[in-house]
């Protein structure tokens, strides 16, 4: 190494140390600086070790550059785009001495990465509620109807309220002393409710001619239950 070389470095490590309190050397050749954003966040603290390691014909060529985390982390992406920028600084530099330069590239690029971070914390919820308000208003909406979609509608709406019925039915016939269970026999074969429910089975088939195939879409809740009496039996 020149004494040219050596001289730069010596003026430059001078006045480092009059701007820096925190400035300190791992060797002869390698000066470490604290680093953190130009405005650090208490919540989110970012805070890193800028190690800046001379080169025989620095500052004409750029210096080793080393990020180490202190407080905070950083990705591998962006410790590799920060290292980046920092070189990119260097360059434009070069025949001048420059770690002054590089350790305000470096605070200028973490509070970026904060920045980033907090956008992309904003757009993550902005996009959950978009998707809650988008499924609140397709339950709102209804669903979508056709044959296919109806049929399975209609036989699980019977379904259920046949085995409703048939619960019930068991529940009666249950209640019931043995010679009550003997009359009921005798006087029909009256089936148990699972009786009922099983035969009821083979009733429930799909009657897709009740809907238009170009139907759109349909409310549930304006079909009647089938255990509710209709308008005309109760006027009756």
């Known amino acids: 190494m020149s004494d040219q070389y050596l001289e730069q470095r010596k003026e430059e490590i001078e006045v480092l140390q009059s701007i820096f309190e925190d400035l300190s050397f791992e060797s002869d050749e390698?000066?470490?600086?604290?680093?953190?954003?130009?405005?650090?966040?208490?919540?989110?603290?970012?805070?890193?070790?800028?190690?800046?390691?001379?080169?025989?014909?620095?500052?004409?060529?750029?210096p080793d550059i080393e990020i180490e985390p202190v407080e905070g982390e950083l990705s591998e992406l962006e410790l590799e785009s920060t290292i980046e920028k920092l070189k990119e600084a260097g360059r434009e530099s070069l025949g001048m001495a420059m770690i002054f330069t590089l350790s305000l590239a470096l605070q200028q690029e973490?509070?970026?990465?904060?920045?980033?971070?907090?956008?992309e914390v904003m757009r993550l919820e902005k996009e959950e509620i978009k998707q809650a308000e988008e499924a609140e208003a397709a339950r709102k909406k209804g669903t979508p109807i056709n044959k296919e979609t109806f049929s399975i509608w209609r036989a699980k709406f019977h379904e259920q309220n046949q085995l409703k019925k048939a619960k019930e039915e068991e529940e009666r016939y249950k209640s019931l002393t043995p010679k009550e269970r003997e009359e009921r026999k005798k006087s029909g074969n009256k089936l148990?409710?699972?009786?009922?429910?099983?035969?009821?089975?083979?009733?429930?088939?799909?009657?897709?001619?009740?809907?238009d195939a170009d139907a759109?879409?349909?409310?549930?809740?304006?079909?009647?239950?089938?255990?509710?009496?209709?308008?005309?039996?109760?006027e009756g």
């Open 216 to 234: 759109e879409e349909f409310d549930l809740s304006q079909f009647p239950k089938e255990d509710e009496p209709s308008t005309a039996e109760n």
């Open 30 to 62: 390698q000066v470490i600086l604290r680093t953190e954003p130009e405005e650090p966040s208490p919540s989110n603290p970012l805070t890193v070790n800028l190690k800046i390691k001379y080169t025989e014909k620095y500052p004409d060529e750029l």
């Open 110 to 119: 973490l509070a970026q990465i904060l920045s980033d971070r907090a956008a």
């Open 192 to 211: 148990t409710g699972r009786q009922l429910f099983e035969s009821n089975q083979a009733l429930i088939t799909p009657d897709n001619s009740l809907i």
